[in-house]
């Protein structure tokens, strides 16, 4: 018979927790597998990126933009080495104490410094904290970097344009990119401190001048000091643009326009390549390629005299008689007149009540339309323009590509207005006025233009009708392999007149500077065509008033369009000069030198447009009222 007593039971009790302790320790070591795979396998990636940053740090090493040149290979923007400061949020502890101490190192605004290095942005790359540091400023970052971790001064390429303000409208200037950019597709390769274009042909081709960003990776220590660099990923310099631009001549057309407000553009209308393109007044691109306060900005774009509006593609103002010339073979075309049909002038037209006076005031007397070119008679002008209609005025003269962009290679073009019944009942929900037709005819009212529209329309007629798209890049060229991409010229669209028109037309407006309103812009190097036109800016009353009595931001706008040689045309000019007056007299003289310089320029050219040259009659410095 089997006993039990006290020793079975414990027996039993201590098996019981032996298997006990088994499935705990059993329990233990599946735990710590289960974690150890989470670490290891699920996680592992996580932890051993994070391991390697915390010795390994990202630096964003920034290309080199690409150089640009005039078509004669003259250098217009340039790089040029500087330092930039850098900061590594990873190893910094204390970001408002860093704030504070670079505020009081470089002498910078903390809300400015803060701004930076708050800014959106991955934390495993620096955040640029200011641009174009003096050599003592880095130096004095250096000699604080134990003291404050995470500082890096880095030597990058920095925008420089050598001739200052030349050109400046046509180059743009460079700046950071902003938070809102970033947002868009075309800046999402791009990070906090990018540089990019900010306006001209600087943000038109950005895309080709920006080149690519590399990184290096560098071993830091506990203080984050560079220990040694791991891996280079080079960046890509980005490519070089020749411009269609001379810059002498260039040069020439900023100072004819001096220190008055106003825009001159010149085209080769055989191709639509731009020669040169004069906005004043201007600005310096160096000063906008830096980092701006707020307040420096401000008094910047607040200016008066808008430094940053292209008035060559931007400014829009009304043609005045420079648009007789789209008139003409208007009526030339819709056999509103023919060239021999006259019209008698006698200082005004009477439409209704109102008497619309010619800029005359005794009138030109019988005129046919070469001569109402010649002399710029705004009643023959009247006359047609009521006879053809507001419609038909409009139609051609988008035929002529008024009232749209020329599609030149800048940004934030403007295309002016071509009134109608249509466009003012859109614009102002009004019923178009018979009388404003009669205004309309002579390029004032609604009507509304800008230089680079009026200089390719010239070099539309000078080159029988034909109409190029501006260009103002002639080629890249791809710093890696060095190729060379041209770009070609774009026929737009050819006028659709009988072929007898503009032969004219052109014929008339040699006449315009034989001897008719533009005497001012006859020369002895070279054959000239072209129109004058006088576009007033506001009513001043009946009475007649000298022009030095005028204030400044009363008188007229001072037109004149030309082209040249007469029999082979090579260039097309527009000039536009804000409250200077007669187109005649302050317009016309300016496009003479500058077609004058342009002949200089071309030896090859200067023989044959001096043999070609028209005999020209009459004193210079001859009428000049329109």
Known sequence: MARFGPHSSEGEALQHRLVILRV???????????????????????????????????????????????????LLANTIPSFTLYVSLEDVKDRNVLIDQLANLLKLDPVFVRKKIMAKGSKQLPRK?????????ATLIESHRLDMPGLMVQVESQRDYPSGVTAAHLLGYVGEVSPEQLERPEFSDLHQGSIVGQYGV???????VRGQAGRKSIEVDAVGHARRTVVV??????????????????????????????????LDPRTGDVLAMASRPGFDPNILSRELTPSQWAEIAQNPSHPLSNRASQGQYPPGSVFKVMMAAAGLETNTVTPTTTIHCNG???????????????????????????????????????RMGIETMASFAHQFGLG????????????????????????????????????????????????????????????????????????????????????????????????????LIKEALAGVVKEGTATRAKSALISIAGKTGTAQTTALGKEKRAEKDIPKKFRDHAWFV????????????????????????????????????????????????TNSLVAQDGNVGGQSAR
């Open 129 to 137: 904290v200011k641009d174009r540091l003096s050599l003592r400023e």
């Open 202 to 208: 600087e943000r038109f081709f950005d895309r080709f």
């Open 348 to 386: 005004g037209y009477q439409f209704g009540r109102r008497l619309y006076h010619d800029w005359k005031a005794g009138g030109h007397g019988s005129v046919d339309l070469r001569r109402a070119l010649v002399q710029s008679c705004d009643v023959y002008f009247y006359t047609v323009g009521q």
């Open 404 to 503: 749209e962009e020329t599609e030149i290679d800048l940004p934030s073009e403007r295309i002016g207005i071509v009134p109608s019944a249509a466009w003012k009942l859109k614009a102002k929900n009004e019923s178009w006025l018979p009388g404003e037709t009669i205004s309309a005819s002579i390029g004032q009212g609604y009507v509304t233009v800008t230089p680079l529209q009026m200089a390719s329309l010239i070099g539309t007629v000078a080159n029988d009708g034909v109409t190029f798209r501006p260009r103002l890049v002639q080629a890249v060229m791809n710093r890696v392999t060095g190729e060379l991409q041209q770009r070609p010229t774009v026929p737009k669209r050819t006028l659709q007149l009988r072929p007898e028109i503009l032969p």
């Open 562 to 609: 030309a082209f040249a040689p007469v029999d082979a045309p090579t260039i097309a000019v527009a000039v536009l000069g804000e409250h200077m007056g007669h187109g005649g007299s302050a317009a016309a003289p300016l496009a003479k030198e500058l077609i004058e310089t342009y002949v200089k320029l071309m030896p090859s050219f200067s023989a044959s447009a």
């Open 24 to 74: 705990g320790l059993l329990l233990v070591v599946v735990l710590l597998g289960v974690r150890l795979w989470y670490l290891q396998i699920r996680e592992g990636p996580y932890y051993r990126d994070l391991s390697e940053n915390n010795r390994i740090r990202s630096v964003i090493l920034e290309p080199a933009r690409g150089l640009i040149y005039d078509r004669n290979g003259v």
């Open 233 to 266: 990923e080079p960046p890509r310099a980005g490519d070089n643009l020749y411009l269609t631009i001379d810059v002498r001549l260039q040069k020439v057309a900023e100072r004819l326009l001096g220190d008055e407000a106003g825009a001159i553009v010149a």
